[in-house]
Every structure is written in C-alpha cells, then in structure tokens.
C-alpha cells in the first residue's frame, strides 16, 4: 500500500463522572485519532490512547506525538507495507513508545481490512458476534457511594465488576460489595499502590472469592510479584508489567501471574498483542482485555480482537455512554443483556463523525505525499 496522507485530530472528550485511581483523577480523556490515507482513497483509524501525565507509563501524549512526527511516520511513508505485520519490524529500530507505534500500526491494520473488504473480525477469527463485558469503576468517597454505583452496573447488565482500590479504601470497600453481590464475578486492580509490606491486606482480600488481584506491585516487580502468589489463592493479573510476550514468559516462569490483561495500545500493537494471546492459549494464563478510556474508535478495536478464542474473561469494554455523553464516532455500542455486539462492518466497522471532532478537537496534517 501507498500512504499518500496523515491527520491527526487531537481530542479532549468530557467524562460523564470523574474517575479516581490510585495514581490519579480524570476529569476528562485526551486522545490523538489518526487517518491514515493510501493511494486508492480508503481511510484506516488508529488512536493515540496515552495519558498526557507520564503516570500509568512513561509515554504521554506530547511524546508519543514527537516520536510520531520525528521517527515513526517517516519509517512508515519511505517504506513499502503489504501487510500490518511489516509496521512492527519496521518500527523495532525504535525502542520503546508503545502506544505511539500502536497509533499507527492499528490504523494500518484497519487501512489494511478495507483494502481487503473484511472486517477486523474476520482477519482476527472472531468466535462470537455478541461480547460479554465487565465495567471499572474508580475510588469512590464512601462504602455507600461505592454501593450505588455498583448496583448500577449490575442493573445495566454487566457481567463482571473491576473495583479500583487504594491503600485505607481496600478490604472494607471489597468486603461490603460482596456481602450485596456474592454471586458476582468481582476483581480489584490496585494501579501499582502496594508493596510487600502489604501482604496482611492481599491476604485478607484473597477470602472474598475474587476472580484475580490486578498489578497491586510496582511495573517492574516480577519477583514481588511471585512472592506475593505464593502467598495467596486468587489469581494475579499483571498489567504495567506487560509490554511484551517475553514479559509475560518472564511473569509465567517467574509465577508472578495467572492471568494478563492485555491492552493493545501498551504492547505496541495488533501484532505483538496476538503473540501473546497465542502464548496465553497455549500455557493456560487467564486474558482479557484492558481499557484505556478509549474513543469509540478504540473501542471497536478492542471488541474486534477480544472476540477471538483466547480471552476467556470479559474485558473493560464498556458501552458508549459509559464514560463519555458524546463521542466522535456515528456509531453506538450499547449493552444488550451484558454483552456488546461485535463490528462486522470493514475495517473497524466505525466511521468518524466530522461535527463531534470540529467540537472537541483541532485537525492537524502530519504528512502529506
């Protein structure tokens, strides 16, 4: 394929409710879209999903965009691509910059589908037309606070429930969610909070029948990791740890994990995502995917490739109107009995509504042939 353009639309979409974690209060989401355009007029999207602060990872927005600019868009123009695959050989002469090299590489896969008149579904061997889903929820102020927001959920019909959890807002916020849901599948993630001096805390936590404890250690605490595992039943998800398939060979050697939760954008892409759910299939580790306040644009990425044999854990993929009132796609995704339906139109199945990114964005050319 030729690429004869590149836009960019950098993107701040309102949250409909802030969301706390450990590490930080969002109020809002910024997101770059990119299109890619190639010599016969089709149009691939990919988004830019890093935080503008350097604290769920080092990459932020304003690096991704220089690395975007200086380094990766000019290996792409000044190169000949057949197919996706090429885009991560590619850019590995680049170290690093994950989610700037996904931004691209997913918008070739989507550029790369409509060529080929096939949904991203279809060249994921998708499993299922309809996707169970789970919802995150961030620190609430109060036990009762966090009560009312879970039942909502579980009214709207999600079938599995992520509590976000910090030190002194822990085992009493888990322990009241499920004495009023005991039947629910429930994880807590606790964004890197902890350390080993923590233990007492996991090890109650691991008596509340939860489904796994995500990345309660440090990005780079593969042995903490396992020691902790020794220590308690529930499985460990990691998450910050996961940049690669060898991390996760590292975490499963190690025993620092039972299961991934793998986003794509933190991976560097489709490709070196589907190493690892094809590691994952094959030693037995739980997967699901992860969410990162993504536009409708990442979403229907995430919906695309979870829907393959391998994820066998609902993901954070919510619906539209979870976490944003307007979004910059014309298409919805609404919960239907727990799960969303999966694109099945070309490409990403999604097309971008230019009245939504005039009023919540601001256009930018980065190449043009």
């Known amino acids: 394929m030729n690429i004869t353009k590149i836009d960019s639309y950098h993107v701040q979409l309102p949250l409909v409710a802030p969301f706390k974690t450990s590490y930080g209060f969002l109020s809002h989401k910024a997101m770059d879209i990119l299109v890619v355009t190639d010599e016969l007029g089709n149009q691939g999207y990919g988004e830019l999903v890093a935080f503008e602060q350097p604290d769920y990872t080092e990459e932020t927005l304003e690096t991704a965009r220089l690395i975007l600019a200086n380094h990766l868009i000019p290996l792409l123009v000044q190169s000949q691509i057949t197919h996706p695959d090429d885009v991560t050989r590619l850019f590995?002469?680049?170290?690093?910059?994950?989610?700037?090299?996904?931004?691209?590489?997913?918008?070739?896969?989507?550029?790369?589908?409509?060529?080929?008149?096939?949904?991203?579904?279809?060249?994921?061997?998708?499993?299922?037309?309809?996707?169970?889903?789970?919802?995150?929820?961030?620190?609430?102020?109060?036990?009762?606070?966090?009560?009312?927001?879970?039942?909502?959920?579980?009214?709207?019909?999600?079938?599995?429930?992520?509590?976000?959890?910090?030190?002194?807002?822990?085992?009493?916020?888990?322990?009241?969610?499920?004495?009023?849901?005991?039947?629910?599948?429930?994880?807590?993630?606790?964004?890197s909070a902890y350390d080993l001096d923590s233990l007492t805390i996991f090890k109650e936590l691991d008596t509340y029948q939860l489904s796994m404890i995500e990345q309660p250690f440090g990005y780079s605490d593969f042995l903490e990791h396992a020691e902790l595992q020794k220590n308690i039943e529930t499985p460990i998800c990691l998450d910050e740890n996961i940049r690669s398939v060898e991390d996760v060979m590292l975490g499963h050697r190690l025993g620092s994990l039972g299961a991934v939760n793998l986003k794509i954008s933190r991976v560097g892409g489709v490709t070196q995502a589907q190493k690892i759910v094809e590691y994952c299939k094959n030693n037995g580790l739980g997967l699901w995917c992860g969410g990162m306040f993504e536009s409708g644009v990442g979403r229907a990425l995430n919906l695309a490739f979870a829907s393959q044999e391998g994820f066998d854990f609902p993901g954070d993929i919510s619906a539209s109107t979870r976490y944003f009132k307007e979004d910059i796609i014309n298409e919805t995704f609404e919960l239907e009995n727990g799960r969303l339906s999966v694109p099945r139109e070309t490409g990403l199945g999604v097309t971008l509504n230019k009245e939504m990114l005039e009023k919540y964005g601001h256009h930018h050319v980065m190449y043009v042939k």
């Open 92 to 191: 590995s002469v680049i170290r690093g910059n994950w989610m700037a090299k996904s931004s691209l590489e997913t918008a070739i896969w989507d550029l790369y589908a409509k060529r080929h008149k096939k949904s991203l579904a279809e060249l994921f061997s998708s499993q299922t037309d309809k996707l169970s889903v789970g919802v995150s929820i961030g620190i609430q102020k109060s036990v009762q606070d966090l009560i009312e927001v879970v039942s909502r959920y579980v009214a709207e019909g999600y079938t599995r429930i992520k509590l976000k959890i910090a030190p002194n807002q822990d085992v009493d916020f888990v322990k009241a969610v499920r004495s009023h849901f005991p039947e629910m599948l429930l994880m807590v993630d606790a964004n």
